[in-house]
């Protein structure tokens, strides 16, 4: 092999092992939404079929996040599983959509949860939900305290009774 040949291979030998290696460090080095327990509700402003809102000015009770897409057959089972759930009492419930699909057509699909006024339909732009959160996928669901603390995050489908426990304590 000449020597020209030797270097190339070095060389494409050591970008790959430096790109894969700076890819798993980015992805270890972001918090993830696990990591975050204890934090704040942060402050992202989402769209709802009223007013605009601002997440970390809504106070009192328990606050549980579901962060979905409206193409996603995971959130679809997810949400079907909160639609069939009883919620409790003085709990409320914040379905984010990442989807530029309006909320009207989206609370159709779930008539059980348009009915509660427990539960705001909001939407968010993907990046700024996936920055405020530090999440990496959908379904998230976020479990808030009374104090807006996060007392839980799942990602992934999760049993709606685990959550509602959680809102519950």
């Given at each position: 092999m000449s020597?020209s040949?030797?270097?190339?291979?070095?060389?494409?030998?050591a970008?790959?092992?430096?790109?894969?290696?700076?890819?798993?460090?980015?992805?270890r080095?972001?918090?993830?939404?696990t990591?975050?327990?204890?934090?704040?509700?942060?402050?992202?402003?989402?769209?709802?079929?009223?007013?605009?809102?601002?997440?970390?000015?809504?106070?009192?009770?328990?606050?549980?996040?579901?962060?979905?897409?409206?193409?996603?057959?995971?959130?679809?089972r997810?949400?079907?599983?909160?639609a069939?759930?009883?919620?409790?009492?003085?709990?409320r419930l914040?379905l984010v959509?990442?989807?530029d699909?309006?909320?009207?057509?989206?609370a159709?699909?779930?008539?059980?949860?348009?009915?509660?006024?427990?539960v705001?339909?909001?939407?968010?732009?993907?990046?700024a939900v996936?920055?405020?959160f530090h999440?990496?996928?959908?379904?998230?669901?976020l479990?808030?305290?009374?104090?807006?603390?996060?007392?839980?995050?799942?990602?992934?489908?999760?049993r709606?009774?685990s959550?509602?426990?959680?809102?519950?304590?």
């Amino acid at each position: 092999m000449s020597t020209s040949l030797k270097a190339f291979a070095y060389l494409v030998f050591a970008t790959l092992v430096l790109g894969i290696g700076g890819i798993v460090y980015s992805i270890r080095s972001r918090p993830s939404v696990t990591s975050l327990v204890g934090t704040p509700v942060p402050r992202l402003d989402v769209a709802t079929r009223e007013t605009p809102l601002r997440l970390d000015t809504l106070t009192g009770s328990p606050l549980v996040v579901v962060i979905y897409s409206p193409r996603c057959d995971h959130c679809h089972r997810q949400l079907d599983a909160f639609a069939r759930s009883t919620m409790p009492v003085g709990a409320r419930l914040l379905l984010v959509s990442i989807a530029d699909l309006p909320l009207d057509s989206l609370a159709d699909i779930w008539p059980a949860l348009r009915a509660s006024s427990a539960v705001t339909w909001a939407q968010a732009s993907w990046p700024a939900v996936k920055s405020q959160f530090h999440i990496r996928a959908v379904p998230t669901v976020l479990v808030y305290d009374r104090n807006r603390r996060l007392a839980k995050g799942f990602v992934g489908e999760v049993r709606v009774d685990s959550v509602y426990a959680l809102a519950t304590k």
